[in-house]
């Protein structure tokens, strides 16, 4: 469970988040969609507690991580995420199996011997068996992207989030990451935190969806709800179209 309360962040003249307050339910997954530029990836570094909000308050599974003044607090409270960033960010000089055990040896206080039985369960269950001695540059992107969800997901987090699932990736290949977070949810049962401007493809991921606009959640629902929704605002962005409230850049 995520809660963001009040959220406000300007770098220097330009206020992104002009007060924005989401719930994140648990066990469900939300699309945080909107424009570029809408501060939808500024939303996910408040929540990782890579920056720092100038007001308001986000609570991560009952933890106040707005609040937590030195690193090793915020370490503390980021062991119930697992992030999947855009592009997969794997290091390209560790083989897929040390990609996938990084945040197992480097979070968590797990031994080497069960972090071997973590790393190989894992890949087992993504079929990533077959590559774990390659390096990310000797595999296909589709593959980086499991191995990204594998390096998420192997810490048994209770929150995933997932910046722009399908950057990089041909249309093809980004219907498999859609299978792929389907898949895991289903296994795994998180409470996921989806970050997209890919509409309608992110709906069927989406428990709930949020669209943000002009520093504020403008809409909250259901996709079906969004898709309903009357206002002029969600229906430009929904059919992409370039006349309308939303300026395009
Ligand atoms: N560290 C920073 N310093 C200054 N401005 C920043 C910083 N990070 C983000 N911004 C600005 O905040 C705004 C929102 O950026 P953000 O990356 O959150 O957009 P986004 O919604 O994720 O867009 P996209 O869909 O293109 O990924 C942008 O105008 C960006 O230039
Ligand atoms: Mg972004």
Not at 109 to 134: F, M, Q, W
Not at 178 to 186: G, T
Request: hydrophobic share 40%; aromatic share 6%; charged share 20%.
């Amino acid at each position: 469970m995520i809660s963001v309360r009040n959220v406000y962040k300007s770098f220097g003249s330009q206020v992104v988040l002009d007060g924005v307050t989401m719930e994140i339910e648990p066990g469900k997954t939300t699309a945080v969609v909107g424009p570029s530029g809408v501060g939808k990836s500024v939303l996910l570094k408040l929540i990782m507690g890579i920056m720092t909000p100038d007001e308001g308050e986000i609570f991560i599974e009952g933890e106040n991580i707005t609040a937590a003044r030195s690193e090793s607090r915020k370490n503390e409270i980021r062991r119930s995420l697992g992030v999947l960033f855009q592009a997969a960010a794997l290091f390209d000089s560790l083989t897929v199996y040390d990609n996938i055990a990084f945040p197992l040896l480097e979070r968590t206080g797990c031994s080497a011997l069960r972090a071997h039985e973590k790393v190989l369960d894992i890949a087992e269950s993504l079929s990533l068996t077959p590559y774990l001695t390659n390096f990310p540059e000797q595999v296909s992107i589709g593959i980086r992207k499991r191995v990204g969800m594998a390096r998420a997901l192997v810490t048994e987090p209770k929150v995933v989030l997932v910046d722009e699932p399908n950057t990089g990736l041909d249309p093809l290949d980004g219907q498999e990451v859609y299978d792929l977070i389907n898949a895991c949810k289903s296994q795994w049962g998180f409470t996921g935190l989806v970050i997209s401007h890919e509409l309608p493809e992110v709906f069927q991921v989406s428990d709930r969806v949020a669209m943000l606009l002009g520093g504020q959640v403008i809409c909250e629902g259901t996709p079906a709800e969004l898709i309903a929704s009357t206002d002029p605002a969600v229906q430009q962005f929904l059919n992409g179209r370039t006349d309308g409230p939303i300026k395009i850049q």
